[in-house]
């Protein structure tokens, strides 16, 4: 039996890199899932990729107009809402390299960030939870980044923003236990994980190679997680599998924040 068999999901995110995987995944594990993006052509593609059990809806996370809408289309579809992942977020670097660091920072770009990676998740939790509680459970799923775990300074609005996912997902999870639902709310935290947004640093000249292991040269794993790799993390956490986890954080980072970077020197 597939492990989401009978869900019914939304994905932020979704046209490309790591909500492209999730939502691959859902559909693999038999759930119903509505990809969500702003990239409208692009996520309207990867849905008519997965056949009749996914479907696409335009969604500005930083608009709540988008998010009623959005669940209005899940449950004129389906008519329930089990699994919401909120994975869209911005680095703040989309337009080019800007200062990003505590010192020079514009209050405007700051904001920017904030508004897609924190108002964004929180919007996402406030209507998830909306949703799910007319039957009372439920899986919310939020990706949050290894930069919410240490500081980055040269991007610091990013890291503040994913360290805000961090303990908001801890807030939800409390909130909705203490009301007596069963919605779990969990975080994901991945590192360097090989999606679109490394292109720019990688090319796809022949030294590819060599700047692929100068970005990994701190990961413990010496490589890149891959999109996918994250997809069957959250899998597990929307699944029954995980029914007595809520609040919780899990790292996929190759080992970059076990202790060490150091690795053995391999023959």
Request: proline fraction near 4%.
């Amino acid at each position: 039996m597939p492990r989401l068999s009978g869900r019914h999901a939304l994905v932020t995110g979704a046209a490309r890199g790591i909500g492209d995987a999730i939502a691959r995944a859902f559909v693999a594990e038999g759930a119903h899932v509505l990809l969500t993006d702003i990239r409208d052509e692009l996520g309207v593609s990867v849905a008519a990729s997965l056949g009749d059990r996914a479907a696409y809806q335009r969604l500005d996370v930083r608009e709540e107009a988008d998010w009623i809408a959005a669940m209005d289309e899940v449950d004129r579809r389906w008519g329930r809402l089990d699994i919401v992942v909120n994975n869209a977020g911005i680095t703040g670097f989309e337009e080019g390299v800007v200062p990003h660091d505590p010192e020079n920072a514009d209050l405007e770009d700051w904001r920017a960030v904030h508004r897609t990676n924190l108002d964004g998740v929180f919007l996402g939790c406030k209507h998830a939870i909306r949703a799910m509680r007319p039957h009372g459970s439920g899986a919310i799923v939020n990706i949050s980044s290894r930069s919410g775990l240490v500081g980055i300074p040269a991007a610091a609005a990013y890291a503040s923003s994913k360290a805000a996912v961090r303990n908001h997902t801890k807030s939800v999870a409390l909130y909705c236990a203490g009301q007596g639902l069963n919605i779990r709310c969990n975080s994901v935290h991945p590192a360097a994980v090989l999606t679109p947004i490394w292109e720019p640093m990688l090319g796809d000249g022949p030294d590819r190679e060599d700047r692929a292991r100068a970005l990994t040269a701190d990961t413990p794993l010496r490589r890149f997680g891959t999109p996918e790799e994250v997809a069957s993390v959250v899998v597990l956490l929307a699944s029954d599998e995980a029914a007595y986890m809520t609040g919780s954080e899990i790292t996929i980072d190759g080992g970059l924040l076990a202790g060490s970077a150091a690795t053995p020197t391999q023959e």
